[in-house]
């Protein structure tokens, strides 16, 4: 009987970075990445967002440079954040034609074809009041947002999106956004569903960055009540049901839960975002000396691989596909 001590010990196995690496459950690898861009009108604009240390307001044309680093880290995506130049009731800019994000998606597809460019799908960067959809007498009028976001979707389709990401949380936008995709030739679009995002306080810089922050009341009549777990799990069946085909929990980090339940219950790919106020205190922390910030990121990121997500995305990206390559990952 060796499965008792002394018969049993478990530091056999730690004894050096060899062995534990041989025997790691979790990777953490540069494919399993995506990295967060804001876009921003004009040109030469290399802005450094104060909220977000290390990431940028940047112009199409620096865009397109920063995307050609990112690319050569091998980090296989991007996801696009769109601050337009002037902002109206109906968030025009989100679905115009020539809208910014648009722009920045037909740049980038014509300069780095392999690049994946994700595209967020949402009204709140676009709306004078700051929320993700159309208000009627002061609430955010669900079905009236669905054609806004499905024309945004659209539009972004149109301008070469890989995939298509809908952030609104609105009841029904998938099965929206999947008939206005078919209905005008994109069947190949996937839709990469925020399915259980969480009106949460770490979107705080995020905020700051894209200036969408609403201008009365809150998030939380469409986006979902921290405490839930049961009600994501609807979310997600929902999101299922009407044709989505990779989903995603936000945030990550206080929500490791519910990435694993989701992994559980469905078979879809499953994407966590560690979003703008995860990355503000590592870097804080950091920055005071209080934790060694690359061991600290590494850690948070294999705990969401470990919790369950296939891919994160993540303002740490290109650091981390740095520290990979030099494999002291
Ligand atoms: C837009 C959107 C938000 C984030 C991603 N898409 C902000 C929000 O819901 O207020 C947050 C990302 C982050 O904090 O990093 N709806």
Redesign the pocket.
Known sequence: MTATFPGLRLRRLRQSETLRAMVRETRLGVADLVC?LFVVPGKRVRREIASLPGNFHLSVDELVKECGRVAGLDIPAVILFGIPESKDEMGSGAYARDGIVQQAVRALKKQLPDLVVIT?V?L?EYTSHGH?GVVVGGAVDNDRTLDLVSKTALSHAEAGADIVAP??MMDGRVAAIRGMLDGNGFTMTPVLSYAAKYASA??G???DAAG?TPQFGD?RSY?MDPPNVREALREVRADIDEGADIIMVKPALAYLDVIRRVREECDLPLAA?N???EYAMVKAAAREGLLDEKRAVIEVLTAIKRAGADLILTYHARDVAAWLREGSG
Do not use: E, I, K, T
Request: glycine content about 6%; hydrophobic content about 15%.
């Open positions: 967060p967020d949402c709140c993700c952030s609104d770490f979107y810089p995020f905020r969408s998030r986006q975002y979003v703008s106020g």
